[in-house]
């Protein structure tokens, strides 16, 4: 009969090397995500989601889901501890950058007391597509709120407070940069008129659609609840088969949104908040690009990351 050979596991600071907590008798296939809770018991205010445990003090966390015996330790185990500080889960991030936005565009749009000169506190704009830019723009972060709450499976459990602090002060000063120019009473309507603003609203709209499609269909890739990751296909959906030229289309659709809303609106700071998230959207598409090209060997080559042939 084989005897389990168990393990001991020592945490330290890394900074001072000093002992934070020793584990005895710790079985073989317990994951780093166990030793976190056993850590946890020793020190409550230092929950698994802000911990961080390396094996070297400058080195990578270790994932949740790696396995003690798998690691290149020995039967006794150091394991150097970051705390990450507090968290939050990635659908209350995601709640208050959108939340933000929302609400915030509304203030400008009903130009409530105090955010221009008083004569034009709560009257409203005389033009057509200062009413539709609103409810474009607010049907956006609602379909966002939306698809926080009920479409997006996300891996990570949470996001440092600090973070979420910059990301808020991103979407919601750009949200008051962009809602106080297209709501100004000096705004003027874009230079084609109708036309230019119906052509947008199509583009938006089927933006949004695309959009929306690229998030159930990577919904549906962790159809078994897994966290695992495999890499998208095109669906029956017409809207799925850009996957076909590019890994990350729910970004190029989000800017495809962007740049129509910017033409409907003709409003600079529109079109600085589209470059700015195109910057954005684009270094993450191509870290995922490399990241899918790299995990699978059979990756389709006709694929770039953002923009189909080009980017
Ligand atoms: N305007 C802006 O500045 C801006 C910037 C960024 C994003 N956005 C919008 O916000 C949306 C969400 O952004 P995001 O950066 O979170 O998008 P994302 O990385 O594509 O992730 C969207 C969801 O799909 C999951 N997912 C991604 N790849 C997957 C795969 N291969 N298999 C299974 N599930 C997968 C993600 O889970 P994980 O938790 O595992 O990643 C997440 O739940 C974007 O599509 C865009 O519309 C806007």
Redesign the pocket.
């Known amino acids: 009969m084989s005897r389990t050979i168990f393990f001991e596991v020592e945490i330290l600071n890394p900074k001072t090397k000093e002992q934070l907590c020793f584990l005895d008798k710790v079985e073989p296939h317990s994951t780093i995500g166990d030793i976190k809770g056993l850590f946890h018991k020793s020190y409550p205010k230092w929950y698994p989601a802000r911990q961080a445990l390396k094996l070297d003090p400058k080195g990578k966390a270790l994932k949740d889901y790696e396995i003690l015996q798998s690691l290149p330790v020995g039967t006794t185990a150091t394991l150097y501890f970051r705390d990450l500080g507090p968290q939050l889960s ?1 659908t209350m991030v ?1 709640m208050a950058e959108y939340i933000g936005p929302l609400l915030i565009y509304l203030l400008f749009y009903f130009r409530v007391p105090y955010v221009y000169t008083h004569k034009y506190a709560l009257t409203a704009s005389p033009y057509r597509v200062v009413s539709l830019a609103c409810a474009c723009h607010s049907f956006h972060y609602i379909k ?1 709120l939306i ?1 926080t709450i009920f ?6 459990g949470t996001l440092p407070l600090r973070t979420i602090a910059r990301n808020c002060v ?2 919601w000063g750009f949200a008051a940069w962009l809602a106080y120019y297209i709501n100004h009473p000096l705004y003027t309507p874009p230079s084609y008129g109708d036309m230019q603003v119906n052509y947008a609203l199509i583009v938006f709209t089927l933006c949004e659609a695309g ?1 929306f499609s ?2 159930l269909t ?2 549906n ?2 159809g078994d609840g897994s ?1 695992c ?4 296909y095109p669906t029956k959906n017409p809207f799925t088969w850009l996957f076909c030229l590019v890994s ?1 289309p ?2 190029t ?2 800017i495809g949104a ?1 740049v129509s809303f910017s033409i409907m609106t003709q409003c600079v700071p529109v079109a600085l ?1 589209t470059f ?2 195109f910057v ?2 684009t270094i ?1 598409a191509r870290s ?1 690009h490399m990241s ?1 090209t790299r995990e699978f060997k059979d990756y389709p080559k006709l694929r770039m990351p953002i923009l189909p042939f080009v980017l």
């Open positions: 990635w995601f966002r698809e479409v997006h499976r996300f891996s990570h991103y979407y959009n690229i998030h990577l919904n890739c962790r966290k990751r495999q890499f998208p990350c729910n970004y659709y989000e962007w908040f700015v998230a954005q959207m993450w995922k899918y």
